[in-house]
């Protein structure tokens, strides 16, 4: 779990980046629920819109453990970013991964280079969340092609995308006939819904799509007929290292927020840091970020030593999101009523650490991979 220097150096550039580059643009998106443009254009130049793009692709190819510190120092500066450049990710890992040699040369390139066109990850639908199984898109084979029709739900990227991943049953009636393809955003029939108002996250777009006979030909197809879930299952394991180590950079970033206030605010002619109450909660806040960083760079490094990382990675997912709603309610406890209003970043962070326990697979369904791993299907 040792850093490399190399790993150490890169963990440095992009938490600068975070701090002088992403930070400050955060506020004014998240109540404009606009995504900072520029930031991304910012990523690409540091190669992470790349970051797991193999090298002859023109690609960062980063190991999970450096994909874990990438994630962790982006989402010190700020979640939604964090999550687009994640779900960003997922994409281009599934083109390198499951995509045809022509498919890898006409879309990696430049996803990777210039993070356009933006990619997504269309597996959730309004009925098929949490078991993507009941799912009910369909893609019926038609000659040379598919037609896709259904409805997609609560896609991150759903309106920046210009490329996006969908699951589609190939047999409406068969759950195991569940494949993966490739749709271009701008492919007749496929719409993009209203942009979700959202609790925290906000500048990150989260919508519906709706696919309406939507055409493509046979060779988007990325996976066998049949062999979808599965894949997006594998992809999804790595995803949650990622999201755990976004948790622990979030709750990072409200700890020392926390720090640096309680050493400023005075109350009773001292200030609060001395008193035993607030240093309790910056203890307990500490060993719950560091315990979370040390389970997700576990699950990173199994991975990356060949190993099976499903439970590793599905608890270090539990933990650390629900470790970053801890410590965000407790950074905005510490500011009082100073945490409460948008002039400090804490009230941000604590509505935006929420959905690291929804996403990419709730915490209860973390438990359910932890104990299916210790117990076997009930
Ligand atoms: C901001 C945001 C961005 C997202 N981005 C994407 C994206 O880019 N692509 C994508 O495909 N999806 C995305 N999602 C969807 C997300 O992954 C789902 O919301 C999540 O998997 C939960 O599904 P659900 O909302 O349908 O909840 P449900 O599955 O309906 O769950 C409701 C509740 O029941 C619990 N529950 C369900 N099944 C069980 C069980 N077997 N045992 C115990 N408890 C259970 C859940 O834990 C939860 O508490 C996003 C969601 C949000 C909010």
Redesign the pocket.
């Known amino acids: 779990m040792e850093l490399t220097d190399e790993q150490a150096a890169i963990r440095d550039a992009v938490r600068e980046f975070a701090v002088e580059e992403i930070r400050p643009t955060e506020p004014a998106a998240d109540r404009a629920q606009t995504f900072p443009e520029s930031v991304w254009d910012g990523l690409a130049e540091l190669d992470l819109t790349g970051l797991t793009t193999p090298v002859e692709y023109g690609g960062f190819d980063a190991d999970r453990l450096t994909y874990s510190v990438v994630n962790e120092a982006v989402a010190y500066g700020g979640l939604s970013v964090a ?1 687009a450049l994640s ?1 960003h990710c ?1 994409a281009t890992s599934c083109i390198a991964q499951f995509g045809s040699d022509e498919q890898k040369d006409r879309w990696l390139p430049e996803m990777a280079a210039t993070g356009r066109p933006v990619g ?5 639908e ?7 199984a009941e799912m009910s898109t369909v893609a019926r084979r038609d000659g040379d092609e598919y037609v896709l029709d259904g409805q ?7 309106e920046r995308s210009g490329v996006v991943i969908v699951f589609a049953r190939t047999d409406p009636d068969d759950p195991g006939s569940i494949t993966q393809f490739l749709v271009p955003k701008e492919t007749e029939g496929l719409s993009v819904g209203e942009k ?1 108002s ?1 609790l925290g ?1 906000r500048a ?1 777009d ?1 919508t519906p799509l709706t696919f309406d006979g939507v055409r493509i030909p046979a060779e988007n197809r990325l996976t066998e007929e049949g062999r979808g879930l599965a894949a997006a299952l594998s992809i999804l394991t790595g995803g949650r290292i990622g999201i755990a180590s976004q948790a622990v950079g979030l709750a990072q970033a409200a700890l020392d927020e926390a720090i640096e206030y309680a050493g400023e605010r005075e109350q009773f002619d001292r200030p609060i840091g001395e008193f035993q109450t607030i240093r309790h909660k910056i203890a307990d806040m500490q060993t719950n970020v560091q315990a979370s960083r040390l389970l997700t760079r576990d699950a990173a490094a199994r991975e990356d030593r060949g190993e099976d990382p499903t439970m590793a990675a599905s608890m270090a997912k539990y933990f650390a999101s629900e470790a970053a709603v801890d410590v965000c309610n407790e950074a905005v406890q510490i500011h009082g009523g100073y945490g409460y209003v948008t002039e400090f970043d804490v009230e941000r962070f604590y509505r935006d650490a929420k ?1 690291t326990t ?8 973390q ?2 991979v932890i104990a299916r791993e210790l117990l076997g299907e009930p």
């Open positions: 999550t779900v997922l997504a990850f269309a597996l959730s309004p009925h098929a969340g949490s078991n993507p997609k739900q609560w896609i991150t990227n759903g979700e959202k996250l990150s989260t959905i929804i996403y990419e697979g709730t915490s209860e369904i438990k359910k």
